[in-house]
């Protein structure tokens, strides 16, 4: 077993270091990469040395107004507390233990407190005290974390900088400078990269006020494939295959499959999918679906339609709901089902095969999307077979096992939950 050593808070801030990153490879303009930083704050977590235990239960990273709470997801027990100002985003860091956050210093890398370890025909279970490890890859503004072929990727919408790590690197709970690499895009803007098994990355291209490309860059800094008919591109999903991935545009996403991009035809001249949920064992993406392009001063469009993309012919199909969602509605089981939770409180499963809802479960009050996307809502994660549903207006996480549509438990949270993401130690993202 690997024994973290001991560091006092004090030793840890004495030790933080800047740790400047070459870039890895030049733009498609020929402009290098800017620096990126990572260094420890100070409110960093001593190691400690973990202790065995028979098992470990999925927990759930939750955030609310001051803070971020760590809750045991079998009985709702709050494993820590951790005092944190500021809106902070979540993102699952692919390696079943730690997070992402996105917060005013960057990413700043949480750790769950859950360690598994393979032992021949059997696991080995440990915990620690969950808390930050002091490492954070320094943003401007820090948007897009995507896990991919063993790696992650982070996206500085502020710079324009994307910055890559094995995710095997996390293990210790630091980034040092030699597992870090970066490069720049032309401008900075709201991007996305998803890192390749081939050692390629697809990577938006764009500025602030207009974005319409994705293109392969590859290892040494060469663009392979390219789209420039996605409008507005925003969000991505992987599927089963290898280097399958969609993203979202304004007039029909676009698939690269095979090397290449294909667009995906839409009857309408504005479609807009800018949140895509992917799985690893399906060819489906599940996205979201407008069709009313934004107007200054006008209501924000509340669909009540799903879309689902075949990654293997570049199609899409539509799933009526018959009630309205949001970008947190979504996520995907075990088995590919798609989840989406709407306004009405159900929580719809789908067979993306079929596109039919085949199971609706009565989980929230009805509720409505707020003016303010980061006001507190209804927030969807799945792991695995379950489904983790937040309900801010009674302080609630109920959990529905997707496979059969049953709500299991509905926990009582200390706290109005915003942000939440749920790491099973078990399942590597």
């Given at each position: 077993?690997?024994?973290?050593?001991?560091?006092?808070?004090?030793?840890?801030?004495?030790?933080?270091?800047?740790?400047?990153?070459?870039?890895?490879?030049?733009?498609?303009?020929?402009?290098?990469?800017?620096?990126?930083?990572?260094?420890?704050?100070?409110?960093?977590?001593?190691?400690?040395?973990?202790?065995?235990?028979?098992?470990?239960?999925?927990?759930?990273?939750?955030?609310?107004?001051?803070?971020?709470?760590?809750?045991?997801?079998?009985?709702?027990?709050?494993?820590?507390d951790i005092e944190k100002e500021g809106f902070l985003r979540l993102n699952p860091a692919g390696d079943g233990r730690h997070v992402l956050v996105s917060s005013s210093a960057g990413f700043e890398v949480l750790d769950l407190g859950m360690i598994v370890k393979p032992h021949g025909d059997h696991n080995h279970y440990y915990t620690t005290t969950p808390g930050l490890t002091g490492a954070v890859i320094e943003a401007e503004t820090p948007g897009h974390v995507v896990t991919h072929a063993g790696k992650t990727a982070v996206f500085d919408d502020g710079t324009g900088t994307v910055t890559i790590f094995d995710t095997s690197a996390l293990e210790d709970g630091q980034l040092s400078p030699d597992e870090l690499t970066s490069f720049q895009t032309n401008d900075p803007h709201h991007g996305v990269a998803v890192p390749l098994a081939g050692g390629s990355v697809l990577v938006t291209e764009g500025t602030e006020d207009e974005r319409h490309t994705v293109h392969e860059r590859k290892a040494d800094g060469s663009i392979g494939a390219e789209s420039t008919d996605c409008p507005g591109v925003h969000g991505e999903a992987t599927a089963q295959g290898e280097d399958?991935?969609?993203?979202?545009?304004?007039?029909g996403s676009v698939v690269f499959r095979d090397g290449q991009f294909h667009k995906v035809p839409v009857p309408e001249t504005y479609q807009r999918s800018g949140n895509q949920f992917g799985s690893p064992d399906s060819p489906y993406v599940l996205t979201d679906y407008k069709t009313v392009e934004p107007v200054d001063g006008a209501e924000p469009e509340h669909p009540t339609k799903v879309g689902i993309i075949n990654t293997t012919d570049a199609t899409t199909t539509t799933v009526e709901l018959g009630s309205a969602y949001w970008f947190r509605s979504f996520g995907r089981g075990a088995a590919g089902e798609g989840v989406v939770l709407t306004y009405d409180g159900k929580l719809n499963i789908l067979d993306p095969a079929s596109a039919k809802v085949t199971k609706q479960v009565d989980v929230v009050s009805p509720w409505t999307e707020k003016e303010n996307w980061q006001e507190p809502g209804p927030n969807v994660k799945t792991a695995g077979d379950f489904a983790y549903v937040t309900d801010p207006a009674t302080q609630k996480l109920h959990l529905v096992q997707i496979s059969t549509g049953e709500l299991l438990s509905s926990l009582d949270l200390s706290v109005v939950p915003n942000e939440m993401t749920v790491i099973d130690a078990e399942l590597k993202h």
């Open positions: 077993m690997r024994t973290l050593p001991k560091l006092s808070a004090l030793t840890l801030a004495a030790a933080a270091l800047t740790m400047a990153l070459a870039a890895c490879g030049s733009s498609s303009a020929g402009g290098s990469g800017s620096p990126t930083t990572a260094q420890a704050p100070t409110e960093a977590t001593p190691s400690e040395k973990p202790v065995e235990v028979s098992d470990v239960d999925p927990r759930a990273a939750i955030t609310y107004d001051g803070g971020i709470q760590i809750v045991d997801t079998s009985d709702g027990s709050v494993v820590a399958v991935v969609s993203f979202g545009c304004t007039n």
